[in-house]
């Protein structure tokens, strides 16, 4: 098995904000994970102190029980005081028959703090839902049935009301929107604790980040930088020039010693080839021309030997390309000028009713940022407009020729039965070479195409969908938070291909 990284040593501290960053499957949520006992490490250790540290992690994706409504979420993250203070009062009359048995008074123990919690938890859960904008949902709404971004949020909810000492958090800033990234910014710069994060949000990272963790997946390493991510990127490019100037300097240095030793063997070749005639040596032997030609031919080691070592542990690494995904929207079929129209439309589900009396044109080349706080509609409006959703009144109609391309803000259209490569051949009509050259654009090579969707990583899954997108030769992008779960090079890439991609967007967006 091919170890994702070793020899990881760092340390967090109280007050301490560490961004853990690094492309997409190098290991980041592996290494959470691994900390929080969720998977093994081959070696090495762990060690939190105090020992019983109270640890909140923040998962990347939340799944949650489709039949358990909101208020029943809450009721069990606060704890079940009359359950935990009837267990308690069975251990209390226990211990007194049997003062000696230590396995009770630490059953004891152990419950009294499990109330405690559960108290200070049921107390302070008002004051989070509140501050993380969730205290207006109905305790009667399915938790499912929220938006991406209340999901996250109630999955915060979950992890503050633990009253955490370090927190260990996976893409926090996935689906929030602008004023609760704000929040959470502010919230964690106040957080007297330790922080752990992972993240590709540029801005978040410079307004949080104290120092960076930096995992490199070539070297399956781990290194700290001081600073927030601005501070990393000076950083890097500095150690980047400088490594640049070192190992241009020794291809020259080796250059010149390789000529050197060229000449010197060149000269220790005349003294052997011997015009030795005593006649015209003046006095000098023919063993003085051996001697001499001896003594060259160790120079000529000596200077060749340097350069073995220069070229082998003295040897100054070229700086390697970063290998990075390629997305190009190429061949984009024209459409009508109108691509999208509403007519007294009203969105929603059931008889909740979210957004209503919407009228409006979208046309061809047009670019549209949907923006609004979490739960307002704009899922829902995008899949009413895909058709997964029918209208509750009104009408939404598409122009002529108008080719779809949906990114799913949860990646809910990937099918868990496929395949990185069955996923793509679904859509492509081409050879099996064909789809595995594009699936190496956004970095799936050899046995990684075979790969079962439920496997990949969250950004994977976002580069497959981009795949697909590409595949499908879409006129008109409908895209739901598209830049979640991907890493930064990946987000740069894409927003170049969406500078120039030739059709209609409509994006929910919170960057």
């Not at 998962?59 to 979420?73: H, L, M, V």
């Not at 990234?181 to 978040?204: C, E, I, K, Q």
């Not at 009144?393 to 395949?419: C, F, P, S, W």
């Amino acid at each position: 098995i091919e170890p994702l990284f070793e020899n990881v040593s760092f340390t967090v501290n109280p007050g301490e904000r560490v961004a853990l960053v690094g492309p997409n499957g190098c290991g980041k949520t592996t290494l959470l994970k691994i900390l929080i006992g969720q998977e093994k490490a081959s070696s090495g250790s762990i060690r939190f102190s105090p020992s019983d540290l109270r640890i909140g992690y923040l998962a990347q994706g939340q799944t949650y029980d489709p039949a358990e409504s909101f208020g029943e979420y809450i009721a069990r993250l606060s704890g079940d005081l009359p359950t935990l203070e009837a267990e308690l009062e069975k251990i209390a009359h226990a211990l007194v028959a049997n003062p000696q048995r230590v396995d009770l008074q630490e059953a004891y123990n152990d419950t009294l703090t499990r109330l405690s919690l559960a108290d200070e938890s049921a107390g302070a859960a008002p004051g989070i839902l509140a501050a993380l904008g969730l205290d207006q949902v109905d305790a009667d709404q399915l938790v499912n049935s929220l938006s991406g971004g209340q999901k996250t949020r109630l999955a915060m909810a979950s992890m503050l009301l633990s009253s955490p000492q370090l927190l260990l958090l996976d893409e926090p800033t996935n689906h929030l929107d602008l004023d609760m990234l704000t929040w959470l910014g502010n919230w964690l710069r106040s957080y007297p604790f330790a922080v752990l994060v992972v993240s590709h949000d540029r801005a978040f990272l410079d307004s949080v980040a104290t120092s960076i963790l930096d995992m490199d997946p070539v070297k399956r390493a781990v290194r700290s930088y001081a600073g927030n991510y601005s501070d990393y990127l000076d950083q890097k490019q500095a150690e980047r020039e400088r490594q640049w100037q070192e190992y241009q300097d020794q291809q020259e240095e080796i250059a010149r010693l390789r000529q050197s030793a060229s000449r010197v063997r060149s000269q220790a070749t005349a003294h052997k080839g011997g015009k030795a005639d005593p006649a015209k040596t003046d006095g000098f032997s023919v063993g003085h021309f051996m001697n001499r030609a001896k003594e060259t031919i160790s120079r000529a080691k000596q200077i060749e030997a340097r350069v073995d070592r220069m070229m082998g542990d003295d040897r100054v690494d070229k700086p390697g390309r970063t290998w990075q995904m390629k997305m190009e929207f190429q061949n984009i079929p024209s459409s009508g000028r109108d691509v999208l129209v509403f007519n007294d439309l009203s969105i929603g589900y059931g008889e909740k009713v979210l957004l209503a009396n919407l009228n409006g044109v979208v046309r061809f080349g047009q670019r549209l940022a949907l923006v609004g706080p979490n739960g307002a509609g704009k899922t829902t409006l995008l899949r009413t407009i895909q058709g997964q959703l029918p209208p509750l009144a009104g009408e939404v109609r598409l122009g002529a020729n108008v080719r779809i391309g949906y990114m799913a803000q949860e990646q809910e259209n990937l099918d868990a039965k496929q395949t990185a490569l069955t996923t793509l051949q679904r859509i492509m009509p081409q050879s099996e070479t064909g789809v595995r050259a594009l699936l190496s654009k956004f970095l799936f090579t050899g046995d990684e195409v075979f790969t079962p969707v439920p496997n990949l990583s969250y950004g994977e899954r976002a580069r497959l969908t981009l795949a697909c997108l590409v595949a499908q030769g879409c006129n008109f992008l409908l895209l739901d938070e598209p830049i979640n779960h991907l890493d930064i090079p990946s987000r740069a890439q894409f927003e170049q291909a969406l500078a120039v991609f030739e059709g209609t967007i409509l994006a929910v967006v919170h960057d």
